[in-house]
């Protein structure tokens, strides 16, 4: 029950941060539960790979390189959600902002 709250969760905050930034759309909620589940399922699988990859970077940076790779993993989202899109980097980079923001606002008023 816990996965499907924070999902809902997630789906909302992706859905608030493509109204709040002209540079990313979701057609519909259902695009925005979709693209939910696809950013965590590369969340959970390709970004700890990254990481590890980057780890020299990574410390060199103090973590910093981790915004750099949270902003592509939000690109290669939308390449593969039909739906939902990205302008560019820069957007990309600001929605995983934004997302991670409204997502852990809600979290804490669901818990």
Not at 38 to 57: E, S, W, Y
């Amino acid at each position: 029950m816990h996965i499907i709250i924070n999902w809902i969760v997630f789906s909302l905050a992706i859905g608030a941060s493509a109204y709040l930034l002209p540079g990313v759309t979701v057609e519909s909620a259902g695009v925005a539960i979709i693209a939910a589940l696809i950013i965590g399922l590369i969340n959970a699988f390709v970004k700890p790979l990254l990481v590890l990859l980057t780890l020299p970077i990574n410390i060199l940076t103090l973590g910093l390189f981790t915004f750099i790779i949270n902003g592509l993993l939000i690109i290669l989202a939308a390449s593969i959600v039909d739906g939902f899109s990205v302008e560019n980097f820069w957007w990309a980079l600001l929605f995983s902002f934004i997302v991670s923001f409204i997502a852990s606002a809600i979290s804490k008023i669901v818990k």
